[in-house]
């Protein structure tokens, strides 16, 4: 009889349950594991690490309003918070987690400090311009595969909404609360807080519907079932040369050259990769540079000659020039995953 009455197990959020977990901070984190960097240039935290945010409610990023940028991300060596601010020519880190000295060894390159701004020599007034305007634009290698490959599926064919609610769904969802002291872990902020993507096996026990609940057809859902199978292997090209991470990347099916590009150029900070094969960019680069909003893969990449080696970054300045073609018609509307 004891045992008919003795205390279930809690369910696990990867059979669709939901396990019931201390709110963030409650346990009193205490201080993180801290270092402090001087960057040899401008920087602009926010700037170099805006591309790694999925949208505005990213459950895994978060600005403050002191200008701090907080990163949940998850290491080789685990999950891990990171709290990044710039003050008085210096960038402090503090880092909580199992992974917060991973976290804190890379901090330097993830904030650029292996790119050179330098090299690139602007071709166009434009681009001089947007420069001038902002010195702090640096390249970061954030030094993870996954967490970039895995949103970047998801953002395969439909619109930044869909993917954007996609991604939060599902790592808030599947994912861990991020460890430490994160802004929206206090008394009753709901769903709010941050957390930590799912691990690569726990991708792949997310059951059918919950992908179709988030929105994701079943293309997108096999291509990051492939991906995280074989998430070591992936996460290996992280120490490879761009071209070669992404030869690598595209051995999975399913990912193609244009996601390839979005990863590396956050994986990797690589300047030369631009991304071929999305619906905008030609025509905002073609617009920027040559006042030719219809332009296709072929002429961005001709305009783009005279930055090889650097033509990421020039893509870069020209989204933040604010220089883009007029809207000719409303927005794409969500299709939702029958029309895919």
């Known amino acids: 009889m004891a045992g ?60 403050t309003p002191d200008g701090a940028v907080w ?10 918070t990171l709290r990044v601010a710039a003050r008085g020519g210096e960038v402090r880190g503090e880092a909580w987690g199992p992974g917060a000295e991973w976290l804190l060894d890379r901090l330097p390159g993830m904030l650029g400090a292996d790119d050179d701004p330098s090299a690139f020599v602007p071709r166009h007034r434009l681009l001089a311009v947007t420069r001038h305007r902002r010195p702090g634009l640096r390249l970061g290698r954030s030094g993870l595969v996954l967490e970039s490959l895995i949103p970047s599926v998801l953002e395969q064919k439909v619109t930044a909404l869909e993917a954007y609610q996609a991604w939060r769904l599902l790592v808030r969802g599947f994912g861990e609360p991020a460890p430490g ?9 709901g769903s709010g807080g941050m957390w ?7 991708w792949a026990l997310v059951p059918s519907w919950e992908w179709h609940r988030a929105g994701v057809d079943d293309k997108r859902a096999a291509t990051i079932l492939r991906a995280v ?18 030869a690598r990347l595209e051995v999975v099916p399913g990912v193609g050259p244009w996601t390839s590009a979005e990863v590396v150029q956050r994986s990797h900070g690589a300047p030369d990769e631009v991304t071929v094969g999305d619906l905008h960019l030609p025509g905002i680069v073609g617009f920027a540079l040559g006042g030719d909003r219809s332009a296709d893969d072929a002429e961005m990449l001709r305009l783009l000659e005279p930055y090889a080696g650097q033509r990421h970054r020039a893509a870069r300045l020209i989204l ?8 000719r018609g409303p927005r794409m509307a969500p299709r939702g995953i029958a029309g895919l």
Do not use: H, N
């Not at 990163?71 to 891990?80: E, N, Y």
């Not at 002291?181 to 902020?189: C, L, Q």
């Not at 199978?229 to 992404?246: D, I, K, Q, S, Y």
């Not at 933040?320 to 809207?327: A, D, E, H, I, T």
């Open 71 to 80: 990163r949940a991300s998850r290491t080789p060596a685990g999950p891990g």
């Open 196 to 202: 930590v993507m799912p691990a690569a096996r726990t």
């Open 4 to 63: 008919r009455f003795a205390p279930r197990p809690a369910r696990t959020p990867i059979r669709g349950g939901r396990s019931a977990v201390p709110a963030q901070g409650a346990a009193g984190p205490g201080p993180g594991k801290v270092r402090v960097w001087v960057p040899d240039g401008p920087l602009d935290v926010g700037l170099v690490l805006g591309p790694l945010r999925r949208g505005p409610g990213d459950p895994t990023f978060r600005t």
């Open 181 to 189: 002291p994160v802004p929206g872990s206090g008394p009753g902020s």
């Open 320 to 327: 933040l020039s604010g220089r883009v073609p007029g809207r």
């Open 229 to 246: 199978r074989v998430a070591a292997r992936l996460e290996e090209a992280a120490g490879m040369e761009p071209t070669a991470a992404r």
